[in-house]
Nanobody, 123 residues
Framework: QVQLVDSGGGLVQAGGSLRLSCAASGRTFSDYAMAWFRQAPGKEREFVAAISSSGGMVSSVSSVQGRFTISRDNAKNTVYLQMNSLKPEDTAVYYC????????????????WGQGTQVTVSS
């Protein structure tokens, strides 16, 4: 089992920044690829970004490229999502997730999930 705790969400004006964190415990964190998903009200959960177990490879959706950066610190068992130039359409609950495979964009490919953290971007 891997336990994940998301934090760092909040209310921010458009153009602002937030950094989300996801702290992991349980099995070896460095064995897992990590990802961030988000779910807006009335919409399906969608993939945002992923990072390989070593941190050497990243992937993200086009709508956040150039604005969001995923990173990890295996010594701290933590994955981050730095979000800059936030837009109202980024408003959602953000979830981190863990998988044995890197680059999976479907939520069914992830075994463990954080509880979610709310990000609200005002216009």
């Amino acid at each position: 089992q891997v336990q994940l705790v998301d934090s760092g969400g909040g209310l921010v004006q458009a153009g602002g920044s937030l950094r989300l964190s996801c702290a992991a415990s349980g099995r070896t964190f460095s064995d897992y690829a990590m990802a961030w998903f988000r779910q807006a009200p009335g919409k399906e959960r969608e993939f945002v970004a992923a990072i390989s177990s070593s941190g050497g490879m990243v992937s993200s959706v086009s709508s956040v490229q150039g604005r969001f950066t995923i990173s990890r610190d295996n010594a701290k068992n933590t994955v981050y999502l730095q979000m800059n130039s936030l837009k109202p359409e980024d408003t959602a609950v953000y979830y981190c997730a863990a998988s044995r495979r890197f680059g999976v964009r479907g939520s069914e490919g992830y075994n463990f999930w954080g509880q979610g953290t709310q990000v609200t971007v005002s216009s």
